[in-house]
């Protein structure tokens, strides 16, 4: 994990930007750096410079203006490692060297002194906490400060939210698809876009709501839970038994010793064979098949969950992982359970778990018709739903691909506008302003409607009836008494304005806030075909402001 840092503003000891509190760490990635931003960043940073305008205060939103995967939600993410750029972000000399280089030689040596000065202690973030459930023009974070500043922030901010919040929210899709009561596994590593994606898409697929991933890099740096058991490979490795040379294996409680487990693992399968509820199921088994599993669960007696169809699951891979699994019962082991990577997942599902609660059944073996099953094998949305149409019994869902690389839809769409310069709005025509944000909740504790208001409009109240308006059609609006006003904007970073800041809060608290959040919309709002949008809407005063500004800056044309 990275160190902790001290402030990189002249003088401070505390956190950088002077919001006090414990100490913030570097960016996980450490190409996270203030480079890490398109040329025009620097080229406009200079122009202002040039222009004496670098230092005018200046407001941009970051915001998205369309859900993903056709969908009515987004979860918020990245905010994290957004808070550590802006807390570690000073250039280095080097970095400085590089710029001059890359800009034209006319410019001035002052604007390269300028930038060994900078860092983010007079810039101000007010942000939605990380893991909330978001929607398109809401700003996710308000970003103020020097403007010279705030645009060099602007590429490496989008950035770090875009994909975050992209694969957040396709996790969080699949997880309302599974359902609550399935462990969902990101497997998507070796598919992913290069190192960078698979670490992130592993941190943020926890955070959606997946259980677990088999990435160890993001185990170590975030504290994910790891899952994974063998390959084909390792199966098609072995043989036969006879190249099992150790073959004994002690009781689970350490009381006794089977010194010949291969033989433990035949009898059984032999019981299978001879079994009135299983008999005529299967015939040979594969023999390679079977010294694979019992090499494995000899290496791992607690941990056992074997691959099974590597030849043929319901021929050789389940009484083989069964006849394994009943030796290790023996011995006072409980193995964990199966994995199909291919063919018909709900029929063969099906008919496993109708084989163990044949061997429960038959052989008095409690809890072994419950045994778990795992599924994998290129799983998206559209399979799970598949899935569970059809009816299937998979208890836990190994996703890669899909999940990972945001198949259905590569980018969010993040964006990042000026609103305010030296306190004057600014409007891009195309776009609207906004100033804060709450969400409004009804009597049965869904939220209602996300509202934008002015700056200096007094909050909704709770009881009160308030006029929400579309902020384009002026036809749309509709009253609204709230039963409960959350603000969704807070004070991750201060600045120089003496705010308390929020801290920042470790992966797994965050992943609860999602699933809380989740938990917490209206179910048509999340259902994947023709989901219910959700509402955005702003007040009347700032309704009025907006068009106020559009027929002001809108070019009045001329008729001849």
Not at 95 to 115: D, R, T, V, W
Not at 400 to 428: D, M, S, W
Not at 504 to 528: A, G, S, T, V, Y
């Amino acid at each position: 994990m990275a160190a902790p840092v001290v402030a990189n503003g002249p003088g401070k000891e505390e956190n950088r930007g002077g919001g006090g509190g414990s100490s913030i760490g570097r960016p996980t990635n450490p190409m996270v750096t203030p480079l890490l931003t398109d040329l025009y960043q620097f080229t406009m940073a200079y122009a202002y410079w040039k222009a004496g305008k670098h230092n005018e205060r200046a407001v941009f939103d970051l915001y998205f203006r369309k859900n993903p995967f056709g969908g009515e939600y987004t979860v918020f993410a990245g905010l994290d490692e957004c808070i550590k750029l802006i807390a570690n972000f000073k250039f280095t000399e080097d970095e400085i060297a590089f710029i001059q280089a890359s800009l034209p030689p006319s410019c001035e040596i002052g604007f390269y002194n300028y930038l060994r000065g900078i860092d983010c202690s007079d810039v101000e973030i007010h942000a939605i906490s990380e893991g909330f459930v978001v929607f398109p023009k809401i700003p996710l974070m308000r970003v103020e400060g020097p403007v010279a500043v705030v645009q060099l922030l602007e590429t490496p901010l989008l950035n770090l939210v875009n994909y975050a919040s992209l694969v957040a929210t396709n996790a969080a899709r699949h997880r309302f698809v599974a359902g609550k009561s399935k462990l969902l596994l990101e497997f998507g590593l070796r598919r992913a876009q290069g190192p960078d994606g698979g670490i992130g898409a592993s941190k943020y697929c926890y955070m959606g709501g997946f259980d677990a991933t088999s990435n160890v890099a993001a185990g170590q740096l975030f504290g994910i839970p790891l899952r994974g058991t063998h390959s084909h490979a390792f199966v098609s490795s072995f043989m036969s038994p006879d190249e099992i040379v150790e073959k004994s294996l002690n009781s689970f409680d350490g009381s006794s010793v089977c010194k010949d487990f291969v033989s433990s693992v035949q009898s059984w399968l032999s019981k299978l064979k001879r079994s009135q509820l299983l008999g005529g199921i299967f015939g040979e088994t594969n023999q390679s098949e079977i010294a694979a599993f019992v090499s494995y669960a000899l290496a791992f007696p607690q941990n056992f969950l074997a691959l099974v169809d590597t030849y043929d699951v319901m021929r050789s891979g389940i009484p083989n992982f069964c006849a394994v699994a009943l030796a290790l019962n023996d011995l006072g082991y409980k193995a964990v359970g199966i994995r199909l990577d291919s063919g018909d997942l709900a029929y063969l599902s099906c008919e496993t778990r109708k084989f163990f609660q044949g061997i429960e059944k038959e052989f008095k073996i409690a809890g072994f018709g419950k045994t778990s099953i795992t599924a994998s094998n290129d799983l998206n949305e559209e399979t799970l739903d598949a899935l569970n149409k059809q009816g299937h019994e998979v208890d836990a869902f190994g996703i890669g691909t899909h999940l990972v690389t945001c198949y259905a839809q590569p980018a969010l769409g993040g964006v990042f506008k000026l609103v305010e310069i030296n306190k004057q709005p600014r409007i891009k025509l195309s776009e609207d302003v906004s100033k804060r944000s709450y969400r409004l909740y009804g009597k049965e504790g869904y939220p209602l409607v996300d509202i934008m208001t002015g700056e200096n409009e007094p909050p909704p109240k709770v009881g009160e009836r308030i006029l929400c308006r579309h902020p384009f059609n002026e036809s749309k609006r509709a009253y609204v008494v709230p039963q409960r006003v959350e603000e969704l904007m807070k004070c991750f970073w201060p600045g120089q304005s003496g705010k308390v800041r929020e801290e920042l809060q470790p992966i797994k608290l965050i992943r609860e806030r999602c699933i809380n959040q989740l938990d917490l919309m209206r179910p048509d709002h999340m259902r994947r075909l023709n989901p219910t949008p959700y509402k955005v809407s702003v007040s009347a005063k700032l309704y009025d402001f907006i068009h106020f500004l559009w027929l002001n800056e809108a070019p009045v044309g001329e008729l001849e």
